[in-house]
C-alpha cells in the first residue's frame, strides 16, 4: 500500500497557508459586519465551505479546484427578498473595494459576487439565516446547515480522508458537481467520508455495491425512494433533497472504474495530474485512422455566466444529435466545449474592480459530431397503410400511386430532403429550420447571427488552433485516459 502521508504532505495547506486564507476571511468578515453596523443593515458574515470544515486542498497543488473561500452574508428570515439581494451585494462590493479586489456578479438562487483577493477566489454571498431545512428561502440557505453538519460529524482524523478523496476525484475527472462536469461535489465528499469513514473505504464501497439507485441514508429517513437518481444520498440535513442529484451516470461510473482501478494496483500517480502531450499531428492522425467524418459547429458564446451556458449548450449538441438521426444518419459520437471558462477566469486577474462581466468577443462554443453515415441515396422506403386499411390507402395512392405491396402493407419511395449531413445542419439554422432544433434562447441568437461548420480536419489544419480546443480533439479520441494510471 503507498505512503498516504507523503501526498497530503503535498495536498495539504501549509500553517502559513492556513493562516493567510484565514486571516484574509477574518478581515472581509470583519470589513462587511462593521460596514452593516454603521449602515445599520441587520445582516452577518460567516465563513462556511471547505475552508470553514477544514477539507480544502492547498492552492499550491497542481490541478486543485477547491479552494474558494466562501463567506455568506445572514440576514434575518423577516428581510424581504429584494432588500437581500441589494444589501447584500452592496456589502459583498463595498468590502471586495475596500481591499482592492476584482469581482464579478454571479447568479445562484440570487446574484452574489465573486472576487479575486490576494490571489484568492473569493464568493461573498448573501443567504438567510436559517435554523432548519424548513424555513429554506433560497438554494444557496442550506450551505449553512450543510456546514454545520459536517464540522459537527467529521472526525479530525478524517479531514485528511475527505481530502485524498477529492484529489483522487479531481485526478481522474469526476469532482465538480457544476453542469459542465455533473460529477461529485465536496459536500457529498465529505458525507461519504463520514458514512464509510475513509478515503479506502469509499473506494472499496463504491466498487462493490454501488449500481444505478443506491442509497445512502445517514439519518435513516426513509426517503431515498423518492429519488430517481443514479445514486442517492439523502442530505442529513433535509430529508427531501439527494445531495447527489447533479452526478451523472456517467461520472459516477467513471468513479466506480477508477476506484476499483486504483484498488487493484494503488499508485501515488493518480493524485497527481497525468502527463499528456496533446500533439495535433496524432490527433490528425487518430482522426484518419477512424475513417469517420468529424465535422464542429463553432459560433460566439454569449456573454451569460457559465452555469447558464453550458446547460443550452449541452441540449443543442443532443437536439442536433436527434435531429439529424431522426433523418436516418447515424451518429458514432458526439461532445461540446468552450473557452468561456478559461476566458472569463483569465480576464478575472485584472478586470476593473466595477466591471461585472467579460466583454471579450472571442469566447467560443464548438459541438463536435462524428458520422457513421455520412451522405444517404435520394429516396428512401417509406411506409403506408395496410391494404385492409381501404379509406387510408385510397388516399395514400391518390399520394403515391408508384406504391407496391410487401405482405399486407402499401410500400412507395419518398425523396429525402437532405442528403448529407452538412446540408442538413445548414438547413436547420436557416430561420425556417430552426424551430427544428433544442436550443437555448441565448445561443440561438448567436448561431442565428454567425456560425461555422468545418471539418475536424480542416480545423486542425490550421495555423491557429485554441490549445484548449485541440485538448478537447484529444479527450474525446482518449476517453478514460484518466482512469487508470
Not at 381501404?390 to 408508384?402: A, C, E, G
Amino acid at each position: 500500500m503507498i505512503d498516504f502521508n507523503s501526498i497530503l504532505k503535498d495536498i495539504e495547506p501549509s500553517q502559513e497557508e492556513e493562516e493567510k486564507v484565514h486571516d484574509l476571511a477574518k478581515k472581509l468578515m470583519g470589513i462587511i459586519n462593521f460596514t452593516a453596523q454603521n449602515k445599520d443593515i441587520s445582516a452577518e458574515a460567516v465563513l462556511l465551505g471547505s475552508v470553514a470544515k477544514n477539507t480544502w486542498i492547498s492552492s499550491s497543488s497542481n490541478g486543485d479546484k477547491d479552494l474558494d473561500i466562501d463567506i455568506f452574508i445572514k440576514f434575518p428570515l423577516t428581510t424581504s427578498l429584494d432588500d437581500l439581494k441589494s444589501r447584500g451585494l452592496e456589502l459583498a462590493e463595498k468590502c471586495i473595494k475596500q481591499v482592492d479586489g476584482r469581482y464579478e456578479e454571479r447568479y445562484a438562487s440570487h446574484p452574489y459576487l465573486t472576487g479575486t483577493i490576494q490571489g484568492y477566489q473569493v464568493d461573498l454571498v448573501p443567504c438567510y439565516d436559517i435554523k432548519h431545512s424548513h424555513e429554506l428561502k433560497s438554494a444557496v440557505d442550506r450551505t449553512l446547515l450543510h456546514t454545520q453538519y459536517v464540522v459537527q460529524n467529521l472526525k479530525t482524523d478524517q479531514e485528511k480522508e475527505v481530502r485524498l478523496l477529492k484529489r483522487f476525484m479531481q485526478m481522474v475527472g469526476t469532482y465538480g458537481s457544476e453542469f459542465k462536469v455533473g460529477g461529485f461535489s465536496g459536500y457529498l465528499c465529505e458525507l461519504l467520508v463520514i458514512h464509510y469513514g475513509s478515503f479506502l473505504d469509499v473506494l472499496q464501497g463504491a466498487w462493490d455495491d454501488w449500481k444505478p439507485d443506491y442509497q445512502i441514508d445517514l439519518m435513516d429517513y426513509g426517503t431515498g425512494k423518492l429519488f430517481n437518481d443514479p445514486l442517492v444520498v439523502v442530505d442529513p440535513t433535509d430529508e427531501n433533497r439527494n445531495v447527489s442529484a447533479a452526478l451523472t451516470l456517467q461520472k459516477m461510473s467513471e468513479f466506480v472504474i477508477a476506484a476499483g482501478n486504483f484498488l487493484e494496483n494503488p499508485i501515488k500517480s493518480y493524485f497527481y495530474p497525468k502527463v499528456i502531450e496533446y500533439n495535433k499531428k496524432d490527433i490528425l492522425e487518430e482522426f484518419s485512422l477512424r475513417e469517420t467524418t468529424t465535422i464542429i459547429l463553432s459560433f460566439p458564446a454569449p456573454d451569460i455566466p457559465s452555469d447558464a451556458l453550458h446547460p443550452q449548450i449541452r441540449k443543442t449538441e443532443k437536439s442536433l444529435v436527434k435531429i439529424i438521426e431522426t433523418d436516418d444518419f447515424s451518429v458514432l459520437g458526439s461532445d461540446s466545449w468552450s473557452n468561456a471558462d478559461a476566458m472569463d477566469e483569465e480576464a478575472g486577474s485584472d478586470k476593473p474592480t466595477n466591471q461585472k462581466g467579460n466583454e471579450n468577443n472571442t469566447k467560443t462554443v464548438a459541438i463536435l459530431m462524428e458520422m457513421n453515415t455520412w451522405s444517404l441515396p435520394a429516396f428512401k422506403k417509406r411506409n403506408g397503410p395496410a391494404i385492409w386499411d381501404k379509406d387510408n390507402t385510397s388516399k395514400f395512392l391518390k399520394k403515391h400511386p408508384d406504391s407496391w405491396i410487401e405482405g399486407d402493407q402499401w410500400k412507395t419511395l419518398s425523396k429525402r430532403r437532405y442528403q448529407n449531413v452538412n446540408s442538413l445542419i445548414h438547413g436547420i439554422l436557416k430561420p425556417d429550420g430552426i424551430s427544428r432544433l433544442k436550443v437555448g434562447k441565448h445561443l440561438k441568437k448567436e448561431i442565428m447571427k454567425n456560425y461555422q461548420l468545418m471539418d475536424v480536419m480542416e480545423v486542425l489544419n490550421n495555423g491557429k488552433v485554441d490549445t484548449g480546443l485541440v485538448e478537447f480533439f484529444h479527450h474525446y479520441l482518449n476517453k478514460g485516459e484518466f482512469l487508470i494510471r
